[in-house]
C-alpha cells in the first residue's frame, strides 16, 4: 500500500484550478525558489513549526515529548530540533496553537473520502481537485494511484507542477490528469538558477513534451520585481509557439509566509518588494500582446 507525506488539505480552493476544488498540498520540493511561499513544502521529511509568539506556556507539549525536545520554564519555552523526532503529540497537545505539524503520512484509501466530501461542488462549478506542494510528483507513484481512483469516480482533476522532474513521473500521471498548472518562473537559464538554485532546461523540455500530446496547460507565472520581472516579455514568446495553452496567470508575489520562515528555524529568503498594481498589468498586457 502506497503512502505519501502531506501538509494540508484545502477544501473550497478557488484558486487552484477551474471552480471549486480541494487541494492536496505534498510535501517535498526539489527547487529552493527565494520567494517560496511553502517554506513547509520544501523537504519531504516531517517537521514540526512553532509559533513563538502564540505560545502561552502551558507546558504541555513538554509533558508529552518523548525526547524531551521541549522544556518550558518559568515563562521560557526551549525548543531543541536536534532532539526533536517529529512525531507530533506535541502539536495535538499544544493548547495555545503555538505548534504545527507538517508532514503526515497518507494512503490512497485515507485521502479519498476526505476528497469526495465537496463532490457536489465539483459537480456543479465545474471543478474537482488539485494535486499540489511543495512539488507533488516528488511523490509521483502515489499521485498516479490517486488520481486514477479519482477518474474512475468521474472527479476532474489537476496537477500543479514546478516542472523539474524527470519524464517518467510525468508520465505516470498524464493519462489521469484534466489539466496541468504549470509553473514558468525564468525563460533565461541563468535567471532561473539565481531565482530557484535549479536550472530550468528540463523544466522548459518537460513543458515542450505537455505540449506535443496535446495535454491542456494553464501557465502561472510568479511576478518578483527585480528577479524575474524582465523575463515577462520572453516568456510570453516561448508560449506564443505553444497550441494547448489554456490559460495564463501572472501571480503577483507576496510575503505573507515570513513567520513560517522563522517557525521553521530555516533562512528568510523572501525578498523585500513586493509588485505594484502597475507592474502587474504592464505584465498581463504585454503576455496578451504576444499571445493573443
Known amino acids: 500500500m ?9 477544501r473550497f480552493a478557488v484558486h487552484d484550478g477551474d471552480g471549486i476544488r480541494t487541494t492536496v498540498f505534498f510535501k517535498g520540493c526539489p527547487l529552493k525558489c527565494l520567494w517560496c511561499h511553502n517554506p513547509e513544502g520544501i523537504t519531504v521529511k516531517p517537521e514540526i513549526a512553532y509559533y513563538e509568539h502564540k505560545c502561552i506556556d502551558c ?4 509533558y508529552v515529548c518523548p525526547t524531551r525536545a521541549h522544556i518550558v520554564k518559568c515563562g521560557k519555552h526551549d525548543f531543541d530540533r536536534e532532539a526533536c ?3 507530533g503529540r506535541c502539536t ?3 493548547l495555545g496553537g503555538a505548534l504545527t505539524f507538517y508532514g503526515k503520512e497518507t494512503t490512497v484509501e485515507e485521502l479519498l473520502p476526505q476528497l469526495l466530501e465537496d463532490r457536489d461542488f465539483y459537480e456543479s ?3 474537482g481537485v488539485t494535486l499540489s506542494g511543495g512539488e507533488c510528483l516528488v511523490q509521483a507513484d502515489f499521485c498516479a494511484e490517486l488520481l486514477k481512483e479519482l477518474k474512475r469516480l468521474g472527479i476532474h482533476t489537476a496537477v500543479d507542477t ?8 510525468l508520465d505516470k500521471v498524464i493519462p489521469y490528469t484534466d489539466v496541468f498548472l504549470y509553473d514558468v518562473k525564468a525563460y533565461d537559464e541563468d535567471v532561473h538558477i539565481r531565482c530557484t538554485g535549479q536550472s530550468n532546461k528540463i523544466i522548459l523540455e518537460n513543458l515542450l513534451y505537455l505540449d506535443s500530446l496535446g495535454k491542456n496547460i494553464e501557465i502561472r507565472i510568479p511576478y518578483v520585481p527585480e528577479y524575474n520581472s524582465d523575463q515577462i516579455e520572453k516568456i510570453a514568446l516561448l508560449l ?28 528568510n529568503t523572501l525578498p523585500n518588494r513586493l509588485p505594484t498594481d502597475a507592474e502587474i498589468k504592464s505584465a498581463v498586457e504585454t503576455i496578451k500582446s504576444i499571445t493573443n
Not at 502506497?2 to 484545502?10: G, L, P, R
Not at 514546478?162 to 513521473?169: D, N, T, V
Not at 497550441?243 to 508575489?253: A, C
Request: one cysteine or more; proline letters at 3%.
Open 2 to 10: 502506497k503512502k505519501a507525506v502531506i501538509n494540508d488539505i484545502k
Open 59 to 62: 507546558g504541555e507539549c513538554a
Open 85 to 87: 523526532i517529529a512525531c
Open 92 to 94: 495535538e497537545s499544544c
Open 125 to 127: 462549478s465545474g471543478g
Open 162 to 169: 514546478c516542472g523539474f522532474i524527470s519524464k517518467s513521473a
Open 240 to 267: 506564443s509557439e505553444l497550441k494547448h495553452i489554456t490559460k495564463i496567470r501572472v501571480l503577483p508575489y507576496h510575503n505573507y509566509a515570513g513567520s513560517k520562515y522563522e517557525a521553521l528555524n530555516i533562512p
